[in-house]
């Protein structure tokens, strides 16, 4: 399994909040990609609106998941491939490791994939004695950084073309370059020799398709062709919900996805793989593999308050508006996930109480929901997760995180529907702020437990009148 760091989220994020390499980079990010993702769905001739129907293609298939990924496992046999279901990162793993022993396997060639981050892939791999080679161009520099992600669709955004250069100068042994293309080129060179060395490959999943059998993978640097084509081995890793029943849903959901993830029409490459290669076909890999991942989502599914997170397709455009992600970073998240997507999928996926900070730390703006190629509204899941942590939730096995914060709000609650007592509470507060710090008419600073309101703010007073007696009097 995968590192995870959720519980550093503050530390993390007042970190990133010191960076200023960081924040121009986050900041470029957001208004390159924010304002381009907006403007392409402008673009689409069925306008925006085709988000609403990628949402009702998307639940459809996960309210129908059991029978769609049924009919997508026969029809991947049939194809010649092989399907694994893996309950948890586990079994998904040891089944890759029990495939790659059968073959002999030293060397590996990875496409871009969240799932493998999520499971930690590399990580066992390497442990066995494999040699694992990212071939995104992001996902190589985070490698040989020895770091992870930190955005779904660019994992070296935080990274600066200066540190790219030594990078490159010290792990492959050339001069020190910073120009773009030539630091592109010095890693194609490098990876062109993984490619042609290894034994197995193995991507991600942007879609499959059930009634055909074939899994979707799209990218625009052509490594996605050459890890899926040249090994020997390919296997894929997708999570369970990354599916839907027809190929005419595929043509709504790529096009949304695109214009989400890169502002761009149609990617470079969307690759369908469908099986091993068949007799007399030039290129393919003579063994194909599926790993069906559930590791949590069952449970997402179970649970019709989450349910409609699984219809995520990761394009990462929550991220690119999202005023919190904007300021902290992927890493802050501390997991395979980040940003709005992360701040539901990882409590849900790692435990809620352990990720608490990060649906807590999100600003309910709603312009996640408004980018979301497929209107996923996550605010509301945000909520939901927020009122499980105030008032605990034994089916997720979570404990309240605050009970003087939840007594206070029963308090409050009891107050406003006890209007006298309410009445002679505020009276009494009203004499009370008297002996608070002012200034200017605002009170400088509250006492606790209610001190975290003034800490970067002064606030109002009580008024000495209140509203229904104003009211009462014709204001
Ligand atoms: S929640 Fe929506 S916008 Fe965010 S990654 Fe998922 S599909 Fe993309």
């Known amino acids: 399994m995968t590192k995870i760091t959720s519980e550093n989220y503050t530390s993390v994020a007042k970190q990133a909040l010191k960076d200023q390499v960081l924040q121009k980079a986050l900041a470029d990010l957001q208004h390159r990609f924010g304002i381009g993702t907006a403007l ?19 639940m459809q298939a996960i309210e129908n998941l059991d029978i769609i990924l049924e009919t997508f496992a026969g029809n991947v046999r049939k194809n010649g491939g092989h399907v694994f279901f893996a309950r948890d990162a586990r079994e998904a793993v ?26 930690g892939l590399n990580d066992r791999l ?39 250069g ?18 592109t080129q010095a890693a194609r060179k490098a990876l062109r020799e993984k490619f042609l060395a290894a034994d197995m490959g193995t991507s991600g999943c942007n879609l499959a398709c059930a009634e055909t059998g074939h899994i979707a993978v799209l990218s625009n640097e052509g490594n996605i062709r050459m890890s899926t084509t040249l090994p020997r081995v390919h296997m894929v890793f997708m999570g369970m919900e990354r599916i839907v029943a027809r190929l005419e849903d595929h043509e709504v959901l790529i096009r949304l996805l695109c214009r989400a993830a890169a502002a761009q029409t149609m990617s470079t490459y969307v690759s369908y793989l469908g099986g091993p290669r068949y007799a007399g076909q030039a290129d393919g890999p003579e063994e194909f593999h599926v790993v069906v991942l559930d590791n949590g989502r069952s449970r997402m599914l179970a649970d019709a308050d989450f349910r409609e997170m699984l219809c995520c397709i990761r394009c990462a455009a929550c991220l690119n508006v999202c005023p919190v992600y904007g300021k902290i970073g992927g890493h802050s998240y501390g997991f395979a996930y980040s940003g709005p997507v992360g701040a539901v999928v990882t409590p849900l996926l790692v435990g809620i109480n352990r990720a608490k900070d990060l649906c807590q730390g999100e600003t309910l703006c709603g312009a996640c929901q408004d980018q979301c190629p497929v209107n996923i509204d996550i605010p509301r899941m945000l909520l939901a997760l927020r009122a499980k942590l105030a008032e605990g939730d034994p089916d997720w096995g979570v404990t309240p995180v605050n009970r003087i914060e939840a007594l206070m709000f029963n308090i409050w609650s009891w107050l406003l529907r006890h209007r006298p007592v309410y009445d002679l509470a505020i009276k009494i507060a009203g004499l009370g702020q008297r002996l608070l710090p002012q200034k200017n008419g605002m009170l400088r600073r509250l006492p606790p437990p209610m001190s975290g309101w003034t800490r970067g703010r002064d606030i109002k007073p009580i008024s000495a009148e209140s509203f229904i007696r104003r009211w009462r009097k014709g204001l």
Not at 99 to 112: D, I, L, N, Y
Not at 139 to 155: C, G, R
């Open 94 to 119: 040891d089944y890759c490791l029990k495939v790659a022993a059968r073959h002999g396997v030293q060397r590996v060639v990875k496409g871009k994939s969240m799932v493998t981050e999520e499971i």
């Open 40 to 58: 392409a769905y402008q673009s689409l001739p069925e306008g925006p609106e085709l988000r609403f129907k990628a949402h009702d293609i998307r």
């Open 126 to 164: 390497i442990d066995a004695g494999i040699d694992v080679a990212e071939t995104d161009l992001g996902e190589y520099i985070i490698q040989l950084a020895n770091e992870h992600p930190s955005h779904i669709i660019a994992p070296a955004i935080h990274k600066t073309r200066n540190e790219i």
């Open 166 to 183: 030594e990078l490159f100068s010290e792990k492959l042994d050339i001069p020190f370059i910073t120009d773009p293309p030539e630091l």
